[in-house]
């Protein structure tokens, strides 16, 4: 199993940006994905995470400009990033916890953690 991100880059402030993550490989179910982001010389942190695709939640720091969305069929995530800020500035990291089709098949639905490589996203003011 892998997970590959895409749409970081360079913006302004205010402006917007859309990164996805796609899983690949022998995947069975994605029981939840989440975005985590680290800016330079700060911790990882989480920045969203859905379940269900209406089950979400957000780091209060973004709250209204950011949505989390999956596409089970296209095993992927995606982050909308509206109203960016140079604070958001960060590599970003997307988090899956995927059932394979081995473990699916053998009744093992405890999942296993999966994370893509960062995407860096820059916000100038």
């Known amino acids: 199993v892998q997970l590959q991100a895409s749409g970081g880059g360079s913006v302004q402030a205010e402006e917007s940006l859309t990164l996805s993550c796609t899983a690949s490989?022998?995947?069975?179910?994605?029981?939840?994905w989440a975005w985590y982001r680290q800016g330079l010389g700060n911790q990882r942190e989480l920045v969203a995470i859905t379940r269900t695709g209406t089950d979400t939640n957000y780091a209060d720091s973004v709250k209204g400009r950011f949505t989390i969305s999956r596409d089970n069929v296209a095993k992927t995530v995606y982050l909308q990033m509206n109203s960016l800020k140079p604070e958001d500035t960060a590599v970003y990291y997307c988090n899956a916890d995927v059932i394979d089709n081995d473990d699916y098949d053998a009744g093992d639905f405890d999942g296993v953690d999966y994370w893509g490589k960062g995407t860096q996203v820059t916000v100038s003011s």
């Open positions: 490989g022998s995947v069975s179910r994605v029981k939840f």
